[in-house]
Structure formats: structure tokens, C-alpha cells
Antibody, heavy 123, light 110 residues
Framework: EVQLVQSGAEVKKPGESLKISCKGSGYSFTSYWIGWVRQRPGKGLEWMGIIYTGDSVTRYSPSLEGQVTISADKSSSTAYLQWSSLKASDSAMYYC????????????????WGQGTAVTVSS | QSALTQPASVSGSPGQSITISCTGT?????????VSWYQQHPDKAPKLTIYDVSNRPSGVSNRFSGSKSGNTASLTISGLQAEDEADYYC??????????FGTGTRVTVL
């Protein structure tokens, strides 16, 4: 079964660092792009960025570049999203998702999603 | 980049058809045939419903269809069913080599 399994919920204080994970299984991890999506409580989806796990080429949303870091570890089939200094406004559900493939064509949609990681930042 | 514009809510009776619009610019929706649509039920992860404007992933009902004209993409749900009640988001590839989501639409089945 193809799946993305994310790390568990986190509760942090402002200014702390955090790294959450997204482990892929059931497919060739290094042949796919993995994206990250933020959803604040009661709000819509926000695109954060995407990484090609084969060579770690990364693209960030212009509004979030510099605020987070996306990375991937091929050896463990895991993608990461990290913050060096959290803010209260980073409190949200974070989803990872895989860019889909039809045959050999990488289409522009995310076909497999993780279950989400809830991050709460509060003093 | 600004979020794509969707109506906040759309409603319909069972069996009817509804259409959700998604308006962007020539730098996103209008510039590429790379619009996707997602369905999200409460407290669940989004689910891909349409990719590349009008393509359905395997397993998605053929009651869902997508189209695009100029800077506006549309998702049509025909034969509306109770299980279609959810939030729907469009997304587009952009000229910044990244993606942008729409503002989201709550679909209510009356």
C-alpha cells in the first residue's frame, strides 16, 4: 500500500525549533516530489513548498521562503519540514503529499496525502 | 502570490449539478493547464479529485468533472449526493515554479 505517515502532534513554545517528518512507503520514494501544505484552524489550505526527493531540488512559496526548510533523507524515505524559531502563527495542521504520476508523466496534482501533523505554538 | 478566488459556498439538492469556479491570473490558472481540485471532509486530509484541469485519478467518481476557460477553472459535480458535502479547493501551478491554492468552497447538500 502506498502511504505517507507523518510524525505525531507537537506542542512548542515561541522561539523553539521543530522538525516534523513524513515517511513514504509502498513506492519508490526517490522518484517522486513531496509537497507540504499548511492549514490553520478553521482556514483554507496554503501551499508551502515541494522537494524532489531524488536530488533534493526544492521550491518554496514566495511568502514562506526563509521561514521554513524542507529536506529529504533518501536512506530513510523521509521528508522533513523544519523551523528554527517558531511563532504562534505557525500553529496549524501540516500535511505532506506526493505529486502524482500517470505512467511516466508527473502530473500537477497531489495524489497521496499524509494524515497530518498538528503543531501548537503557545507560551 | 495571492490565493485563487473561489465562492465561499455552493449548495444543491440531491441529484442536481453544481459548479464551483476558481479564478486566477495569467500567471497561474490562465497560463498553464495544471489546475487540480481537492475534496476535504471535516478533520480529514484532502483528497485529489481532478488533476491537470480535467483528468480524474483512478477511483474518483465520473460525477466529478473539470474544465477551464481563460483565467477561470471550474469543477462540476453532477448527480449530487450527501457524501459530496465537503470543502473543495482548487490549486494551480504558477509562473514562480510553485503552486497556489484557492480560497476554498463549502458545498452543502440540501
Amino acid at each position: 500500500e502506498v502511504q505517507l505517515v507523518q510524525s505525531g502532534a507537537e506542542v512548542k513554545k515561541p522561539g523553539e525549533s521543530l522538525k516534523i517528518s513524513c515517511k513514504g512507503s509502498g513506492y519508490s520514494f526517490t522518484s517522486y516530489w513531496i509537497g507540504w501544505v499548511r492549514q490553520r484552524p478553521g482556514k483554507g489550505l496554503e501551499w508551502m513548498g515541494i522537494i524532489y526527493t531524488g536530488d533534493s531540488v526544492t521550491r518554496y512559496s514566495p511568502s514562506l521562503e526563509g521561514q521554513v526548510t524542507i529536506s529529504a533523507d533518501k536512506s530513510s524515505s523521509t521528508a522533513y519540514l523544519q523551523w528554527s524559531s517558531l511563532k504562534a502563527s505557525d500553529s496549524a495542521m501540516y500535511y505532506c503529499a506526493r505529486r502524482g504520476v500517470a505512467g511516466t508523466y508527473y502530473y500537477y496534482g497531489m495524489d497521496v496525502w499524509g494524515q497530518g501533523t498538528a503543531v501548537t505554538v503557545s507560551s | 502570490q495571492s490565493a485563487l478566488t473561489q465562492p465561499a459556498s455552493v449548495s444543491g439538492s440531491p441529484g442536481q449539478s453544481i459548479t464551483i469556479s476558481c479564478t486566477g491570473t495569467s500567471s497561474d490558472v490562465g497560463g498553464y493547464n495544471y489546475v487540480s481540485w481537492y475534496q476535504q471532509h471535516p478533520d480529514k486530509a484532502p483528497k485529489l479529485t481532478i488533476y491537470d484541469v480535467s483528468n480524474r485519478p483512478s477511483g474518483v467518481s465520473n460525477r466529478f468533472s473539470g474544465s477551464k476557460s481563460g483565467n477561470t477553472a471550474s469543477l462540476t459535480i453532477s448527480g449530487l449526493q450527501a457524501e459530496d458535502e465537503a470543502d473543495y479547493y482548487c490549486s494551480s501551478y504558477t509562473s514562480s515554479d510553485t503552486y497556489v491554492f484557492g480560497t476554498g468552497t463549502r458545498v452543502t447538500v440540501l
